[in-house]
């Protein structure tokens, strides 16, 4: 993102997470209310902001926001059908390690583990044939099966999950991959920071980075749907994987795509960056999707499948 092409709006979604609240009731993320309440404050932001009704608009997120960002499209461009005012310029979205459905995120981290060398052929091969390629929700009777996803949570344990290539470590340890979230704990309560934000000192108590006391109910099983309206209806998308994350493996993210059923319009080619070697890309189409989707998985960098204009 360049700052002289291109403008950010940060929301904390859903309602309730980082510095956002509600005096209302909150809805959970699987309630059309709360894509619905972001719509209106978009559609209000504009009103305040004309100059930038024009411009080109893509919602993003990370992690968790695969279950929100996929529906807030589908609010977005249901307004715009109904022509609801100021008409949101959208033209995509995009995702990085989304959670998408809790059995294909969990299932593909053990093919994942073993393709990155953390568990051995004996035990992949084992859990495969024991767990049938089903590792969560296991039946309390498959004790093989149980014992085995033990000996996989040994081996997994030692390293990062949300980077492999770093040791399990204590927050509080400064050469700690994750010593960035005690950090961000201190700056988003700091006063000093807060004042610079302005935050109202009514509006939130202490900011937590992981708020999981939001009163959830339900939640959305599976954001696959979203995504399949989305591009029936026209939109761009791109959805991009950190290859060394186990916490929602790209390999999930490889799995729910394939089962869209494209077809394989552009032949495997290497993917290049810089003039080096980044991973591999292909091109996908379903007959009845008005755009192509592209495939990206790369090597030491990330893993990129996005929807592009079908030529």
């Known amino acids: 993102?360049?700052?002289?092409?291109?403008?950010?709006?940060?929301?904390?979604?859903?309602?309730?997470?980082?510095?956002?609240?509600?005096t209302q009731h909150v809805d959970?993320?699987?309630?059309?209310?709360?894509?619905?309440?972001?719509?209106?404050?978009l559609q209000k932001w504009l009103v305040k902001h004309e100059e930038f009704i024009p411009n080109p608009f893509y919602v993003g997120g990370h992690s968790y926001t695969g279950k929100i960002v996929p529906p807030l499209v589908q609010e977005i461009s249901k307004g715009n059908y109904q022509r609801h005012k100021p008409t949101i310029n959208l033209q995509g979205y995009l995702l990085g390690n989304p959670v998408t459905e809790f059995e294909i995120d969990w299932n593909s981290r053990?093919?994942?583990?073993?393709?990155?060398?953390?568990?051995?052929?004996?035990?992949?091969?084992?859990?495969?044939?024991?767990?049938?390629?089903?590792?969560?929700?296991?039946d309390s009777g498959n004790i093989e099966c149980l014992k085995l996803l033990e000996e996989y949570n040994?081996?997994?344990?030692?390293?990062?999950?949300?980077?492999?290539?770093?040791?399990?470590?204590?927050?509080e340890t400064p050469?700690?991959?994750?010593?960035?979230?005690?950090?961000?704990?201190?700056?988003?309560?700091?006063?000093?920071?807060?004042?610079?934000?302005?935050?109202?000192?009514?509006?939130?108590?202490?900011?937590?980075?992981?708020?999981?006391?939001?009163?959830y109910t339900h939640d959305i099983i599976n954001s696959v749907p979203y995504h399949v309206d989305?591009?029936?209806?026209?939109?761009?998308?791109?959805?991009?994987?950190?290859?060394?994350?186990?916490g929602v493996p790209y390999l999930g993210t490889q799995a729910w795509i394939r089962s869209l059923n494209y077809s394989v319009i552009d032949d495997w080619r290497p993917w290049m960056i810089t003039h080096k070697l980044a991973g591999e890309v292909g091109t996908r189409q379903s007959l009845n999707q008005r755009k192509a989707l592209s495939c990206f998985k790369g090597g030491s960098v990330a893993n990129l499948c996005r929807q592009l204009p079908h030529n």
């Not at 959970?28 to 404050?41: K, N, Q, V, Y």
């Not at 994750?178 to 988003?188: F, N, P, S, V």
């Not at 989305?230 to 186990?246: A, P, Q, V």
């Open 1 to 22: 993102m360049f700052p002289q092409t291109s403008s950010i709006i940060y929301l904390d979604q859903p309602v309730g997470t980082g510095f956002s609240f509600s």
């Open 28 to 41: 959970t993320p699987s309630d059309s209310g709360e894509a619905r309440r972001i719509h209106e404050f």
């Open 230 to 246: 989305n591009s029936i209806n026209g939109y761009r998308s791109l959805i991009f994987s950190g290859d060394h994350d186990l």
């Open 110 to 138: 053990i093919p994942f583990a073993h393709e990155m060398a953390l568990i051995s052929d004996e035990l992949y091969e084992s859990l495969k044939r024991i767990c049938k390629g089903k590792y969560v929700n296991v």
């Open 154 to 171: 040994k081996f997994t344990k030692t390293v990062n999950p949300f980077l492999i290539s770093e040791p399990s470590c204590e927050t």
């Open 175 to 215: 050469d700690c991959y994750i010593y960035r979230h005690l950090l961000a704990t201190y700056w988003a309560n700091d006063e000093s920071v807060r004042k610079a934000l302005q935050i109202n000192k009514e509006s939130i108590g202490r900011w937590v980075r992981c708020n999981f006391d939001i009163p």
